[in-house]
């Protein structure tokens, strides 16, 4: 079973329109983090945020605002009035247990059209 | 400095060759990994480095050889590759391995085997 699920492959939104990457995870673990990296067409990943199991406040920065609830085991990820920058691949990621891995999502590639 | 560097950025090899991929880091992170990355595919992990030793090792063929001369570096030995290791290679650091530290990425080598 997928521990991290990004059910949308990929999504094209026109530009100025707001736009929720979602996520899903599954852990048995009662500690554990949630991240979100960009990918852009250069191919570096750029770090977006990070969230810890006990903290489920919601987080804005700019434009872009996270949704955390254990409740539903997501993490989604929305880009307001999104820009033609914002095109590039998503990934949700996972870090649990003892190990020092991160699993990823399988990504949503985003297109913001003109 | 948030800065991962890696050199070369595009690489191609023929099979019987033997090339190194190069990664630098100047944050004072004491965790570096490897991975591999396909098209239109999630990053998958190679290889982890603890404070210079080598903590995980995905199963990866020998026919890829790590190495961590030094806290700041980190390099790939490319021996004997099959086309299929035709893919991204990137590198990243974090702070420490563990659940909380996010990883920073470098751009990656774009490696092709012929």
């Known amino acids: 079973a997928q521990k991290v699920t990004q059910a949308q492959t990929e999504i094209s939104v026109v530009e100025k329109e707001d736009v929720t990457l979602d996520c899903v995870y599954e852990t048995r673990d009662t500690t554990y983090y949630l991240f979100w990296y960009k990918q852009p067409p250069s191919g570096e990943l750029v770090f977006l945020i990070r969230r810890n199991s006990f903290d489920e406040q919601n987080e804005i920065s700019g434009r872009y605002s996270w949704n955390f609830q254990k409740s539903t085991s997501s993490f989604n990820f929305t880009i307001t009035a999104s820009q033609v920058v914002d095109s590039a691949v998503y990934f949700c990621?996972?870090?649990?247990?003892?190990?020092?891995?991160?699993?990823f999502g399988k990504g949503t590639r985003l297109h913001i059209l003109p | 400095d948030t800065e991962v560097t890696q050199t070369p950025k595009h690489l191609v090899m023929g099979m019987t060759n033997k090339k190194s991929l190069k990664c630098e880091q100047h944050m004072g992170h004491r965790a570096m990994y490897w991975y591999k990355q396909k098209a239109k595919k999630p990053p998958e992990l190679m290889f982890v480095?603890?404070?210079?030793?080598?903590?995980i090792n995905e199963s990866v063929p020998s026919r890829f050889s790590p190495e961590c001369p030094n806290s700041s570096l980190l390099n790939l030995h490319l021996h004997a590759l099959q086309p299929e290791d035709s893919a991204l290679y990137l590198c990243?650091?974090?702070?420490?391995?563990?659940?909380?530290?996010?990883?920073?990425f470098g751009p990656g080598t774009r490696l092709t085997v012929t």
């Open positions: 990621a996972l870090s649990e247990g003892r190990d020092d891995k991160i699993i």
């Open positions: 480095y603890s404070y210079e030793k080598l903590s």
């Open positions: 990243a650091s974090s702070q420490d391995v563990g659940l909380r530290y996010e990883q920073y």
